[in-house]
Every structure is written in structure tokens, then in C-alpha cells.
């Protein structure tokens, strides 16, 4: 009898971030035409991340929708389809023929999505001449958060031990860093994390974290890079 | 107009009472009109370690609703002229601070007077956001202490962000560092964080360090503001605070582990 299911399976909880690509029209060529033309501009744009198809806007046209040509030409790109966004019966019975999962996505919050590599920037922000990255002054205190989304944060004053800061982009710390930081929070791998001191409660980049736990005082040592490495999260001084 | 000058710590226990009586009655004896307004709402505490708590008739509460205006309710201190005291009430809490009341009153003090001191109550909820929200400068009241030090970073950059001055464009207000219950010989020991430690961190102005000191709980005991205690230590040293809260340069001391006289070092006292 001790062999039950817990020597199986074990069930865990996680949140996830994903992507919602809403359709404004029903066409898979010209679904196909627009998803090129974004990613032409931001290649990295959808890439690996879970992403959710939203047809609300389609109104009662979801049945008429031929799901399974959506679905080859989002493989084709690289664009994991998950499910469908639950918003109504004609969506529900699309995926149950389709054999997707229906989701509800109440609650959460939902951040408009930018690709957030050189190619992208020079692209969309050439012609306004302003930088998307965000240039803090002031300590960061516990409890206070800041994103820089879209770009890199710089931060020239401490930020505190409880206080989180978050880019889309890499973060330049110049001052005392022993919150959390989190760079490439979209899921840019190529972000970085550079301090002149490794005091961090945590440091992550596109979701893989150490723990000040997990940091050995020799890597908190002198101005530091945070990398990633395929999966894993290298700590090395400049 | 007067200057309104927040008291706060965000941890209970820390010493904003003591020294929102010591400062204002530091305040107040160099010849400036000065008000100290007890936030606490439900736990009052100003008017004991003041002296004058059989002399409450109306609170601040009453003021905010109508029934009794300020000349009614203002205690006046026996001890030092210009010193007036806006007590708590003990019997309602805090959501009977609304914002429009406190501004009114703030605003009808403000014509009276040069300072005007409020005690926060401890924590980050209605009392000690409504104590803030029209501070003109921030207080900020530690012990040299992990929990303590956390909670003077968050109520800084509460500061920073939830006054009337932030939310009108003006950026944070200036905030300043009162460090107190320090004890030279337990920061010696490694017991205690030192005055850099406590500023590297929380990266503010240093407004003053009171020493641990017995005349401290004394002095609450018997309802006058440490800082008349004037051959105490914690008495010079919240001399020393209100003077350079009104601009003047003065040195810090009690710093240091005192240096035994001979007779200490035979008899080890």
C-alpha cells in the first residue's frame, strides 16, 4: 500500500507568463502576411513563448475559422499555440474539435509585448530618437519596484534590500544592489546584469535565478556580470 | 505658513513619540511657534510623555468632525511658551482621519504657527499615511537594528512617493535620520549596527544619535520631554538634534565607547 500515487506523480503549482495574439481578422494568409511583417521587425518577438489565441474580437466568426491552418502557420514560426482564450460557446466548441484547452484568463495584468533586442529598437524607436532606456536617480526603496520595459535600466543610486527592479533590457546597477534584479523579464536571453557589488536577495534573467544563498562571497566580489549561459545563470567579474 | 514636519519610523517601539515631544519642545524654546499633533489615533501616547494628559478635554478627532475647534482643543505647554499640543483621541481609530480634515486642520494650524510636529503612529496604514501626506520634511526615527533599519527604508521610499509634495511633481521631501537608543559599547561589540552602517544603507542625511540612555524612560515616567533634562546625555543630544534641524552645525556626539577615568578603571564601575 506505501506504493501510492506520490511515488508516481507529484502535483505542483506554477505561474506562467504567456502571450496573448489577438485576431482582429479571420483570414489565416493574412494572419500569415502580418506575423511575418512583425517579425521581420523583432525576430525574437514570439519566439518559445507559450501563447494564447484570442478570437474575442472575431465576434460569432470563430466558427466559421479554420483553426488548423492557424495552427500550422504559428508552428512554422516557432510560436508554441497552447490554448484559446475562453470568450464564449463558439470559441469553446472550436477547441473542443480542434483538441485545444479552452482558458480563462481573469485577473493578472496584461503588459503590451516588445521585443526587446537591438534589432527591434532600431527598428521602432529610429524615428522618435528617444532611448527606451530608464535612468533611476533616486534610491529604490524596500517595498518600491521598478520595470523598465522595453529597454534597460540604469540605476545610479542604492536600491535596497526588499525593493525589486525588473528590465526588459539589461541593468546597470552603479551604486549598492541588494534587492532583486531581474533583467530580460520577457524572456530576452541575452539580457545582462552588471553591478560594481553582488549584494542581491536574488538576480534572474529571462526567469532563471540564484538566490544570495546560492552566490558564493567570492562572486559577490568587485564590479560582476550576470550572464546567461544556456540554462544557467554565470556570475563573473569585469 | 508653517513647516510641517513628519515623525515616523514605520516599526513600533523605536522612540517617534520621545522625539516628537523632545523636538518640538526644542523647537519651541528657540522662539518658535510649535504644534505637535498626535497621529495615533486609538493609542495615544503624546500627551503622557508631554505631561498634560489630565489636561485632554477635546482631541484631534473632534476638531476633524466639528465639534470643537483648535483654540478649545490646543493644550498649552506649562513649561516652554509657544508649545502646543494636539492630543489623539483614545476611544475612535484611525479612519476617522480623512484626508479633507486633516488638511483643514493642518491648514489652521499652519496660520498660527512656524512648526508644526506630527507623531506618526507606527506602521504604513491610514494613521502614519495621513501623518506624511502633508509633511513639508520627514524625521525619521531608528534603532540601529536590522528590523528597524528595513522598515525606515520602506517608510522612505513611501516618503518619496506617497506625500502631497511627491504627488504634485515636487519629488520626494527631504528626509533626515534621527538614529537613537545607541549604544557605543554594543556597536564595539558587534552587537549593534554602527551610525555608517545605518547610513550606508538607508543613504539620508544624519539629523543626530541618542544615546541609550535611563533619563530617556525617566523622563517619559514623568511627563517632560527628555531634551529639559539638560544634564542627561539624550537630553544634550536632542538639544543638539532641534538645533541642527533649524540649520545649526553641530557636531555629533556620544559616538564613542566613553573613555574611563581612573576611579572607573579601579572599581570597574
Known amino acids: 500500500m506505501s506504493n501510492g500515487a506520490e511515488t508516481v506523480l507529484q502535483f505542483k503549482g506554477r505561474m506562467i507568463t504567456v502571450t496573448i495574439l489577438r485576431l482582429l481578422a479571420p483570414g489565416p494568409e493574412a494572419v500569415a502576411a502580418a506575423l511575418d511583417e512583425r517579425f521581420r521587425d523583432a525576430p525574437g518577438l514570439l519566439s518559445g513563448l507559450p501563447t494564447v489565441l484570442d478570437l474575442e474580437a472575431l465576434g460569432e466568426a470563430p466558427s466559421g475559422l479554420d483553426l488548423k491552418a492557424l495552427q500550422d502557420l504559428l508552428r512554422a514560426r516557432g510560436v508554441p499555440l497552447i490554448g484559446l482564450r475562453d470568450s464564449g460557446e463558439a470559441v469553446r466548441r472550436l477547441a473542443a474539435v480542434g483538441g485545444l484547452p479552452v482558458l480563462k484568463l481573469d485577473g493578472g495584468r496584461e503588459v503590451p509585448r516588445q521585443e526587446s533586442g537591438s534589432a527591434a529598437r532600431t527598428a521602432s524607436q529610429a524615428p522618435t530618437g528617444s532611448s527606451q532606456t530608464l535612468v533611476v536617480t533616486q534610491p529604490v526603496r524596500s517595498g518600491q519596484q521598478v520595470y523598465a520595459r522595453g529597454g534597460d535600466l540604469v540605476l545610479t543610486a542604492a536600491v535596497s534590500a526588499g525593493a525589486e527592479v525588473l528590465a526588459d533590457g539589461h541593468i546597470h546597477a552603479y551604486g549598492p544592489l541588494r534587492g532583486r534584479a531581474m533583467a530580460g523579464v520577457v524572456g530576452d536571453t541575452g539580457a545582462r546584469i552588471f553591478c560594481r557589488r553582488l549584494d542581491c536577495e536574488m538576480v534572474a534573467i529571462a526567469g532563471r535565478y540564484r538566490l544570495s544563498e546560492q552566490i558564493t562571497d567570492a562572486e559577490r566580489e568587485g564590479p560582476v556580470q550576470v550572464r546567461l549561459e544556456g540554462d544557467s545563470l554565470v556570475i563573473e567579474r569585469l | ?269
Not at chain 2, 11 to 21: D, F, L, N, R, Y
Not at chain 2, 113 to 139: K, Q, T, V, W
Open chain 2, 1 to 269: 505658513m508653517a513647516k510641517i514636519v513628519v515623525v515616523t519610523s514605520g516599526k513600533g517601539g523605536v522612540g517617534k513619540t520621545t522625539t516628537s515631544a523632545a523636538i518640538s519642545t526644542g523647537l519651541a524654546r528657540a522662539g518658535h511657534r510649535t504644534a505637535v499633533v498626535d497621529f495615533d489615533v486609538g493609542l495615544r501616547n503624546l500627551d503622557l510623555i508631554m505631561g498634560v494628559e489630565r489636561r485632554v478635554v477635546y482631541d484631534f478627532v473632534n476638531v476633524i468632525n466639528g465639534d470643537a475647534n483648535l483654540k478649545q482643543t490646543l493644550i498649552r505647554d506649562k513649561r516652554v511658551d509657544g508649545l502646543y499640543i494636539l492630543p489623539a483621541s483614545q476611544t475612535r481609530d484611525k479612519d476617522a482621519l480623512t484626508t479633507e480634515g486633516v488638511e483643514r486642520v493642518l491648514n489652521e494650524l499652519s496660520e498660527d504657527f512656524d512648526y508644526i510636529i506630527c507623531d506618526s503612529p507606527a506602521g504604513i496604514e491610514r494613521g502614519a499615511l495621513m501623518a506624511a501626506y502633508f509633511a513639508d520634511e520627514a524625521i525619521v526615527v531608528t534603532n540601529p537594528e536590522v528590523s528597524s533599519v528595513r522598515d525606515s527604508d520602506r517608510i522612505l521610499g513611501i516618503l518619496s512617493s506617497k506625500t502631497r509634495h511627491a504627488e504634485q511633481g515636487n519629488g520626494p521631501i527631504p528626509g533626515r535620520l534621527l538614529l537613537t537608543r545607541y549604544s557605543p559599547e554594543r556597536v564595539a561589540r558587534g552587537e549593534m549596527l554602527s551610525v555608517e552602517d545605518v547610513q550606508e544603507i538607508l543613504a539620508v542625511d544624519l539629523l543626530g544619535v541618542i544615546p541609550e540612555s535611563r533619563a530617556v524612560l525617566n523622563a517619559s515616567n514623568a511627563g517632560t520631554p527628555v531634551i529639559l533634562d539638560e544634564d542627561s546625555d539624550a537630553g544634550q543630544a536632542y538639544a543638539d538634534a532641534a538645533a541642527r534641524f533649524l540649520g545649526e552645525e553641530r557636531e555629533h556626539r556620544f559616538l564613542d565607547v566613553p573613555r574611563k577615568g581612573l576611579f572607573g578603571r579601579l572599581f570597574g564601575s
